[in-house]
Nanobody, 124 residues
């Protein structure tokens, strides 16, 4: 069974940085495409970034490209999202997700496993 546990959320000022982590098993990290989605209050959940099992292919939403970096830390068994130059528009609950195919899909329904989410709040 795939288990995903997010951490690293918090409150930061505009322009600040945060690093989110998604803890999972080594098996999940090596065999599943993993992704970050986010959901702001009153809005639908949206794609943020994804990375394939081998870390060869990555995808980013246009709104975060150049500011966010997705990566895998195999020594810690985590998938991370480094976020820079944060704005209030980045405020949302961030979810970790996994799918058993080697393609960085941007589609929510393509992901079979989800974490509980971690709150990120950016103050203006």
């Amino acid at each position: 069974q795939v288990q995903l546990v997010e951490s690293g959320g918090g409150l930061v000022q505009t322009g600040g940085s945060l690093r989110l982590s998604c803890a999972t098993s080594a098996r999940t990290l090596s065999r599943y495409t993993m992704a970050w989605f986010r959901q702001a209050p009153g809005k639908e959940r949206e794609f943020v970034a994804a990375i394939t099992p081998g870390g060869v292919s990555m995808a980013y939403a246009d709104s975060v490209k150049g500011r966010f970096t997705i990566s895998k830390a195999t020594t810690k068994n985590t998938m991370d999202l480094q976020m820079h130059t944060l704005t209030p528009e980045d405020t949302a609950v961030y979810y970790c997700a996994a799918r058993g195919y080697s393609w960085p899909s941007r589609v929510i329904r393509d992901y079979d496993y989800w974490g509980q989410g971690t709150q990120v709040t950016i103050s203006s």
